[in-house]
């Protein structure tokens, strides 16, 4: 399931994180095959935002 999780990001999981960048932050849907590597792109964008502002998300209480 998260096989590539230490490649290079594809252009998917840079989409995902971009929209989660902007401020606020917006929504999106991803919608692909199966096997496609849905799960994957957003485990990588969730592991992002917690490095990037997994601080200031925890002291907001979210």
């Known amino acids: ?3 590539r999780i230490g490649s290079p990001d594809t252009q998917a999981d840079i989409d995902v994180r971009n ?4 401020v606020p932050p917006r929504s999106f849907v991803m919608v692909a095959g199966a096997g496609s590597g849905k799960t994957t ?3 990588k964008a969730l592991a992002h935002l917690g ?3 997994g601080k200031a998300l925890r002291r907001a209480g979210q």
Do not use: D, F, V
């Open 1 to 3: 399931m998260t096989s």
């Open 19 to 22: 929209c989660l960048a902007q």
């Open 41 to 43: 792109s957003l485990i």
């Open 51 to 53: 490095e990037a502002r």
